[in-house]
Antibody
Framework: QVQLVESGGGVVRPGRSLRLSCAAS????????MHWVRQAPGKGLEWVAF????????YYADSVKGRFTISRDNSKNTLYVQMNNLRTEDTAFYYC?????????????WGQGTLVTVSS | SFVLTQPPSVSVAPDRTARITCGGN??????VHWYQQKPGQAPVLVIY???DRPSGVPERFSGSKSGNTATLTISRVEAGDEADYFC???????????FGGGTKLTVL
């Protein structure tokens, strides 16, 4: 079955960087676009970024554009997000999710998330 | 930018019907998807493409959309349905995904 395991979270000071990983299994990773979605503790869901199956198309939320970079290694079935110049408002659980529809994005599989805390 | 508006909370007695709305400024051809999230857990998809139900989701859950409002309906509500519910749209044309603010469903 589909399994998504996020890792790389932790406590980091404002202005610093962090890279998250998402190890995928149970589906043909190289055929699926992938997203990062985050959720601040006690708050709602916020979409972060998308990367197409072949890496050619990438989209970002305005709140992270220019600071976050999404990437993938299809040979390792792994999705990444490089987060630079972190802000306190980036504190959240970060989830990765595949999308099986190239036009209408929705998420029928989620990992358990990894917590990023940005604090001085 | 596209905005989805949900009521912060909805309360319903057991065995009654709960309706959670999701207002959009112009859905156009966008389809709406719904997630259930219980405390400490990842979200779970309960409705996609406005009204389709993933396997394993009870038939009590249904979705509809009319004009600028999408609705998640939960029939014969059970205590286990108490959770946060989020609506969502997103596509490769707009190059973004938007979530509603979420609705906390309380079973009285």
């Amino acid at each position: 079955q589909v399994q998504l395991v996020e890792s790389g979270g932790g406590v980091v000071r404002p202005g610093r960087s962090l890279r998250l990983s998402c190890a995928a299994s149970g589906f043909t990773f190289s055929r699926y676009g992938m997203h990062w979605v985050r959720q601040a503790p006690g708050k709602g869901l916020e979409w972060v970024a998308f990367l197409s199956h072949d890496g050619r198309a990438e989209y970002y939320a305005d709140s992270v554009k220019g600071r976050f970079t999404i990437s993938r290694d299809n040979s390792k079935n792994t999705l990444y997000v490089q987060m630079n110049n972190l802000r306190t408002e980036d504190t959240a659980f970060y989830y990765c999710a595949p999308t099986r529809d190239d036009y209408n994005y929705f998420f029928d599989h989620w990992g358990q998330g990894t917590l990023v805390t940005v604090s001085s | 930018s596209f905005v989805l508006t949900q009521p912060p909370s909805v309360s319903v007695a057991p065995d009654r019907t709960a309706r959670i709305t999701c207002g959009g400024n112009n859905f156009g051809r966008k389809t709406v998807h719904w997630y259930q999230q219980k405390p400490g857990q990842a979200p779970v998809l309960v409705i996609y493409y406005d009204k389709d139900r993933p396997s394993g989701v009870p038939e009590r859950f249904s979705g509809s959309k009319s004009g600028n409002t999408a609705t998640l309906t939960i029939s014969r509500v059970e205590a286990g349905d108490e959770a946060d519910y989020f609506c969502q749209v997103g596509d490769g044309i707009s190059e973004r995904v938007v979530f509603g603010g979420g609705t906390k469903l309380t079973v009285l």
